[in-house]
C-alpha cells in the first residue's frame, strides 16, 4: 500500500502525515505500506521540512527523513492513495492528474471531529499552529488506517 500526501510547499503539512503514517504502519506491522509526501507548488524542492515541523514529530517520538518535490515527480499509478490536506490542493492535483479518480481523498474526511474541514497551514504560526496540525492529523490517521484495513482485508 502507497500513500502520497499533498499539500502546498511540502514542508510542514504533508511530511508531517508521511512521517505519522509510516511510525503507525510501522507499531502495526504494516511493512509493505509506505507513505511519501509532495507539493502541488514548486517553493521548496529539495527542502528538509520546515524546523517547528521536526521538533513537532521529535516531541512525539517520530522521525522523518522526507525531502520537498513536487507532486509532477510521481506517475498516477504510483499510489493507491492521494490524500490532500485542503481543497485547494485537492483541487490542484485533481486537474494535474485526473485519472487519480476516487484514489484521491482529502485527509480531513477521516477527521472524526471536524470531517471535511481544512487541515490549516501553519507556515505563517508558531509551535502551537503546528501542534494543532499534529492532533488533526494524528486523530484523522488513526481513522484513514482503519479505512484502509477495511477495503484491503487480511493486510
Known amino acids: 500500500m502507497k500513500i502520497l500526501f499533498i499539500c ?19 507499531q502495526l506491522d504494516q511493512e509493505n505500506w509506505a507513505s511519501f509526501s509532495a507539493g502541488t507548488g514548486n517553493y521548496h524542492i529539495g527542502d528538509r521540512p520546515d524546523s517547528r515541523t521536526l521538533h513537532v514529530l521529535s516531541q512525539k517520538g517520530i522521525e522523518s527523513t522526507s525531502r520537498a518535490q513536487n507532486i509532477s515527480s510521481y506517475n498516477p499509478h504510483d499510489f493507491d492513495f492521494w490524500v ?5 490542493n485537492l483541487e490542484d492535483t485533481r486537474q494535474a492528474y485526473p485519472e487519480i479518480g476516487d484514489r484521491l481523498v482529502l485527509m480531513t474526511d477521516f477527521d472524526p471531529i471536524s470531517p471535511g474541514k481544512p487541515v ?14 499534529f492532533t488533526i492529523l494524528d486523530r484523522s490517521m ?6 484502509l484495513q477495511e477495503a484491503s482485508p487480511g493486510i
Open 142 to 147: 488513526d481513522r484513514f488506517i482503519q479505512h
Open 120 to 133: 490549516p497551514d501553519p507556515y505563517w504560526g508558531d509551535i502551537p499552529d503546528f501542534e494543532e496540525v
Open 8 to 26: 502546498l510547499g511540502n514542508i510542514c503539512r504533508s511530511p508531517m502525515a508521511e512521517a505519522i503514517f509510516n511510525h503507525k504502519a510501522r
Open 84 to 88: 490532500a490536506m485542503d481543497t485547494s
